[in-house]
């Protein structure tokens, strides 16, 4: 009986030790195993060698709703950069439980992350995190790229200035494009708002003007500014709203005829080619440029509702080159009445393929040649490299909050942006691609499914419950 009890307390003496000794080596040694087939969740060694040298501590916030399955990729993938640095402190929140904290860095969505250290914040929106993938039923997830690069971009104080006019009955960057300015803050962008005719000049440290549909004209001496601008090297984005016979906006016209443009008094109607068979909504072809190289990668269109179609001067300004983005089929016509109640087409409309987007730039200078070129390779004209001008697409509505993330309408503001600040992504962490899985089934394959999910299993279940009824019946 002795030896029983002492054999029994050193069995529990080595399990209290060995369960002691594994909390204390998974606590000091941590490690997951990343089941996903694209290591959704496994930080790469570019983001761990940043981590390692990190000089102090960085808080990253994020706001997610629990259960969700997006919520659950970014909660992951966060707690991946907590285990990888103790210099990382990771939090969760859920606005509507902790709204106060949500009100203190003025979160307006779900899927937001806040990195922040002693000095410095930046703001990931969930548009930086997910995009859309290579085909249809895949999604793109950037997550460790959007926060890698905040994380980077923390001390970093050269960052390019995007100013929004406004003034002229503009889209408001705190409202209207609520969703695209978030977006820009998430890639490092800093936004502001500009109202020319009480600041009196374009800041010198502007990289970028945008005129988001625009109601009222200009004045000229602000024309005058805009084009003083753009020759001493300045970039425009231009996104024009659709017509209003009403408001004549000669200045506007003024401004994109000395970028090479005429905008028509239209509204852009596409029988052929119109997202769900609105012809007032049309989904225009793309064109080979580097402003839509990630729809042409991707395979994406955009969504352009209530569009004014464009085309360029034809005599073009001195070294200007003019390149079309967006093209309607042949079938397309802009309706030019626009008090009639039904657009119809008629001989006075303007006859398709229209134009709805361009990108203005200098020509590349003719530099002499190190290497020669093979003669067996083809330069396409729209990817000659120059100075970038200026992108003038005849939409602003795509740029809403409803349909900002339709299709391919986000890839195109932001490779507008990238094109016209020549700013590459110099963190070159792939994203994550996820995509269900699929059974390719052939008929027979369907048929046999069918018949004996449909017809054989029930029918096998009536079967043994009458041989049970007659057993039970002659007992």
């Known amino acids: 009986m002795k030896y029983a009890r002492l054999s029994s307390a050193l069995i529990v003496v080595i399990l209290l030790a060995t369960l002691v000794g594994v909390n204390f080596t998974a606590a000091k040694y941590h490690h997951r195993w990343d089941l996903t087939k694209s290591k959704r969740f496994t930080l790469s060694q570019k983001t761990r060698e940043i981590l390692a ?15 969700s399955s997006t919520g659950s990729d970014i909660k992951n993938l966060l707690k991946e950069y907590g285990f990888a640095s103790s210099k990382i402190n990771v939090n969760f929140y859920d606005p509507e439980k902790d709204p106060s ?6 979160i307006q969505e779900y899927n937001t992350i806040v990195v922040e250290d002693s000095k410095h914040q930046r703001t990931i929106s969930q548009y930086n995190l997910y995009s859309p993938g290579k085909n249809p039923y895949s999604m793109d997830f950037n997550g460790e790229q959007a926060v890698t690069r905040a994380i980077l971009d923390l001390n970093r104080q050269n960052k390019a200035n995007i100013y929004f006019l406004k003034g002229h009955g503009e889209a408001s960057l705190i409202s209207d494009l609520d969703s695209f300015n978030s977006y820009l803050k998430g890639e490092g962008y800093i936004t502001h708002q500009l109202e020319l005719s ?51 906006l000669t200045e506007w016209k003024n401004l994109l005829s000395f970028l090479g443009l005429v905008a028509h008094d239209d509204i852009v109607t ?97 530099k002499k040649q190190e290497t020669p070129l093979d003669p067996n390779t083809i330069t396409a004209p729209d990817m000659e490299i120059g100075d970038p001008i200026a992108v003038v697409a005849g939409n602003i509505a795509f740029l809403g909050p409803q349909t900002l993330g339709l299709a391919g309408n986000l890839d195109f503001a932001a490779g507008s942006v990238t094109w016209l600040l020549q700013s590459t992504n110099l963190l070159s962490i792939p994203a994550k691609s996820e995509e269900p899985p699929f059974v390719n089934l ?33 007992l």
Do not use: C
Not at 313 to 328: F, G, H, M, N, Y
């Open 53 to 67: 040298n990190l000089k102090e501590p960085v808080k990253i916030t994020a706001f997610i709703a629990e259960g």
């Open 101 to 106: 904290i949500a009100k203190k860095y003025n």
């Open 198 to 248: 009480l600041e009196g000049k374009i800041p010198d440290d502007a990289s970028l003007v945008v005129a988001a549909g625009p109601q009222r004209d200009l004045v000229s001496k602000e024309r005058e500014m805009l084009e003083s601008y753009v020759s001493k090297g300045g970039k425009l984005l231009i996104f024009l709203g659709p017509s209003d016979p009403s408001v004549p």
């Open 270 to 366: 596409d029988p052929q080619r119109s997202f769900y068979s609105d012809p007032l909504t049309p989904v225009p072809m793309v064109e080979n440029h580097e402003v839509t190289q990630s729809l042409l990668d991707k395979k994406l269109t955009v969504i352009f509702p209530y569009s004014r179609s464009l085309e360029p001067l034809k005599k073009l300004p001195d070294a200007l080159q003019v390149r079309s983005l967006l093209i309607t089929s042949n079938d397309a016509f802009g309706e030019t009445d626009l008090s009639k109640n039904k657009v119809m087409k008629d001989n006075n409309d303007i006859q398709g393929p229209l134009h709805l987007a361009y990108a203005i730039s200098r020509p590349a200078e003719t």
């Open 442 to 474: 052939t008929g027979s394959m369907v048929q046999a499914i069918f018949y004996s999910t449909v017809v054989g299993l029930p029918l096998i279940i009536i079967i043994a419950g009458f041989v049970v009824w007659l057993r039970r019946r002659n």
